[in-house]
Each structure stands twice: as C-alpha cells, then as structure tokens.
C-alpha cells in the first residue's frame, strides 16, 4: 500500500446496536524510520464494553517482548467488533514534503478527515490530540477533541491498537528488508542505539540513508 493509500473495512461482528462513536488516534509521528498511521474505529456501546474487557486499551500501554503479539491480538478482535475500520498509511517521502512546507500537522488533520468522511454516521467523534484535532470541528461539529483521548472512548484506544498494529507490520517488512545485510534491525524506528548504528552503517555503505528514513526528522520533532 502506497502513502497515498486508504484502506476502508467493514466490520464482520455483530449488527450495529445505538448510537455510534468514531475514534482517531495515530502511530508513528515520532520514528525516524518508517512510516506514520492514522486510524479511525467505529464502535457502538456493546462493541466499546466488550472490546474493554477484552484489554483494548491505549497502545502505547501494551508492552514487553510479547506486545506485538499482543497488539496484533487486540487489532484482529476490533476489527471483528468494530462495524467500521479504515486507515491511511504516510510514508517517509510524503512526510518529508509535508515537513519541508510546516504541514505536519495539516496532514495528520487530512488524513482524519478524509477516514472520517469515508465512516458511517456518528453521533460522536473523539479524536486523540487536542491542539491537533480541535480545527476539524469546523467540518464536524460532532467532533472533540482530547489529550490522552484512548480514556474517553475505547473507539478512540481501538484506533490506538489498529493503526500501532499495521505499523509493526510495515517496520517488521522493512527489518526483513535489511536483516540479510545489517543483521536485526531492533527500535522500532525511533532514535535509539539500534536505529542510529543501522543508519550510520547504511550511509557508510551506500553514502546515503535508506528510502524509508525521514530525511526532516529533526524539524518533524518540532512541527
């Protein structure tokens, strides 16, 4: 799937029961390596309670040597649940220009808005990020806007799990990518000892970074 790819899922749980809330969270804005995702979960009351019990929760919650399992887990059960799943992938390049221009934020606020228009009606909208998020009220009035959104609403965590889990998918491809030349490629993309040797080891070799790296990743830091 390309940067400019979205992809819209319906569920295959059970019928829709009340009013509906879409939650937007994203994974990724952060590394250096890889791409960033935007997600949107719908969810009505029955699907919300059942996905809490089952541990649905803020992704960045889910640690240790078996979260991606984990992850992975919990984005299969929402996707089952949820009456509606879409996300949109941006990677490094796409980045990079937006970054170039300042629109980092413009284009996470994009995304959103287009995965949003693309979801059945909702009587509400949460979305993770309050300084991020807020402009989009103006198109959706339903919409609200927090830090730390995944403890408003688990629409907005299951968000958090399927965009964090489609994005361990794209660095996992990309560590397979390497590994035959580099070894392990470990971090997950963020600036960490094991990203920075890779990178470093990439330059010597090749005299530039690899195409997935985020050539304005210091500006993006800042954005």
């Known amino acids: 799937m390309s940067g400019a790819d979205q992809l819209g899922l319906p569920g295959v749980g059970v019928p829709t029961r ?16 890889g791409p960033m995702v935007v ?36 984005a299969a059960l929402v996707r089952a649940r949820a009456p509606f799943v879409a996300l949109r992938v941006v990677e490094a390049d796409e980045i990079d220009a937006r970054v170039e221009r300042g ?16 979801a059945p009606g909702c009587a509400r909208i949460i979305a ?6 807020a402009p989009l009220r103006e198109q959706f009035p339903q919409l609200r806007a927090y ?4 403890s408003r609403h688990c629409a907005v965590a299951a968000a958090s799990i399927v965009a964090k889990d489609e994005r361990d998918r794209r660095f996992a491809a990309i560590a397979a990518r390497y590994r035959a030349e580099f070894g392990e490629l470990a971090g997950g993309g963020y ?10 080891d990439f330059r010597r070799r090749y005299g530039r970074l690899p195409d997935e790296a985020r050539r304005t990743w210091a500006r993006n830091q800042d954005a």
């Open 147 to 150: 830090d730390r959104g995944e």
């Open 128 to 133: 993770d990020g309050a300084r991020m998020f």
């Open 18 to 33: 009340g009013a509906l809330t879409l939650g937007v969270d994203e994974a990724g804005r952060g590394p250096i390596l």
């Open 191 to 200: 600036l960490n000892a094991a990203t920075r040797a890779f990178l470093d």
């Open 39 to 74: 997600a949107v979960v719908v969810l009505d009351s029955g699907a919300a309670r059942s996905l809490t019990r089952a541990g649905v929760c803020d992704s960045k919650a889910i640690a240790g040597k078996d979260a991606i399992a984990r992850r992975a887990e919990l």
């Open 103 to 118: 629109e980092l934020n413009l284009l996470e606020r994009e995304c959103a808005a287009a995965l949003i228009a693309q």
